[in-house]
Nanobody, 119 residues
Framework: QVQLVESGGGLVQPGGSLRVSCAASGSIFRMDAMGWYRQAPGKQRELVAA???????NYADSVKGRFTISRDNAKNTVYLQMNSLKPEDTAVYYC?????????????WGQGTQVTVSS
């Protein structure tokens, strides 16, 4: 059984920084792309940033220059460093991983971590 566990969310003031982490555990044979999505109240879930196993990255236009995604392949962990946070970044942030596990190749999601940007 594969699990993705996020950590690091919380409350931060506008202009502040926060780092969220997501660790994958279980029977993992190969980890491909990993990413972060977010969902604000009343809105659809959207891609924030993604990173391939080779380190290529992709960002939503709204976070380019402010957020940085990275990964530690040895730890099956992905990070999202968020700087210059704005109130509109407030959302539940979900980790996603495409990986090959005991049940084959599939898409996995974490439980989500709340990020609130407010003064």
């Amino acid at each position: 059984q594969v699990q993705l566990v996020e950590s690091g969310g919380g409350l931060v003031q506008p202009g502040g920084s926060l780092r969220v982490s997501c660790a994958a555990s279980g029977s993992i044979f190969r980890m491909d792309a990993m990413g972060w999505y977010r969902q604000a109240p009343g809105k659809q879930r959207e891609l924030v940033a993604a990173i391939t196993s080779g380190g290529s990255t992709n960002y939503a236009d709204s976070v380019k220059g402010r957020f940085t995604i990275s990964r530690d392949n040895a730890k099956n962990t992905v990070y999202l460093q968020m700087n210059s946070l704005k109130p509109e970044d407030t959302a539940v942030y979900y980790c996603n991983a495409e990986l090959a596990g005991a049940l084959g190749f599939s898409d996995y999601w974490g439980q989500g971590t709340q990020v609130t940007v407010s003064s």
